[in-house]
């Protein structure tokens, strides 16, 4: 209890009181929780997600709250939305997986723990999630999407680049499809080879469309590949002559202005393709 600074949550309590709308109910919500009064945490959190329902964090600390009353299947309905409005939150993703454990649910905690180590990763946590479940879920598949050392090259799922693949039999084959061209996106992911991982992606959309995984997956790598460019091109000096620190401030925004455009093309190449 170390970390709860009383005179922070009296804080908290009058900024909520003044405003019901305000999203300090979630830091208030996650100190009640702390201090065992969970069911006065539930009743700030609910309310503050009813008049704060785009608020990722919100949605994160009442997902704690329904883990902490062992309702598991209510914090993973908080967390996906927390995911989906969020798609580079870390401590998102990491619930996740975790709520997905406790439900039995390997697979998708797989999943879950891959998108961790794609924001980080050297997260120790993840990397032995990671480690184990892809030992437990390997043998549910026919070919090696979970084996990290002969990972096959793109084109290789049995069709060829820009052929969509036929309609298959059952949902249940569509979804089994599916989750091969997202797993084996994922181990290239963990492994840093995002061309590679692209690449699957892509033929994943060609398959399947603007399905959210492959979307979520695809503008995450290409806002990588951004920020990699960004940084490469700022710290890069000119040839001849070191550039005034005024110099470099315009240069970066020119550079951001460009990648903007440039990713903002093709978001806009992808948007008619997503569910709504």
Do not use: C, W
Not at 226 to 240: F, G
């Amino acid at each position: 209890m170390q970390d709860i600074q009383p005179e922070l949550i009296e804080k908290f309590q009058i900024l909520l009181q003044n405003d019901p709308k305000s999203q300090v109910f979630a830091p208030l919500s996650e100190a009640y929780r702390k201090m065992g009064l969970v069911e006065e945490a539930f009743r700030i959190a609910t309310r503050g997600v009813q008049f704060n329902p785009q608020f990722g964090g919100g949605r994160i600390a009442l997902a704690k709250i329904f883990l902490e009353r062992d309702n598991v299947p209510g914090a993973i309905d908080e967390l996906v939305k927390a995911a989906d409005l969020s798609p580079d939150n870390i401590l998102a993703h990491s619930l996740l997986g975790q709520a997905y454990l406790k439900s039995q649910r390997p697979k998708d905690a797989l999943r879950s723990f891959k998108m961790v180590l794609f924001l980080a990763p050297q997260n120790e946590k993840a990397l032995k999630a990671v480690s184990k479940l892809e030992a437990l879920t390997a043998d549910e598949y026919d070919d090696d999407l979970f084996e990290m050392k002969q990972l096959p090259q793109v084109g290789t799922l049995g069709v060829e680049k820009g052929t969509p693949i036929k309609p298959l039999a059952t949902d249940e084959k569509l979804s089994s499809e599916l989750d091969r061209f997202i797993s084996l996106s994922d181990a290239y992911i963990v492994r840093n080879d995002m061309e590679r991982a692209l690449g699957v992606l892509k033929e994943g959309e060609t398959a399947f469309g603007g399905h959210p995984e492959i979307v979520k997956r695809m503008k995450l790598i290409n806002q990588r590949n951004l920020d990699k460019d960004v940084a490469e091109e700022v710290t890069a000096p000119p040839p001849n002559r070191a550039l005034s620190a005024m110099e470099r401030k315009i240069a970066m925004l020119q550079i951001l202005l460009k990648q903007v455009r440039e990713y903002s093309q093709f978001t806009d190449g992808h948007s008619s393709t997503i569910p709504k």
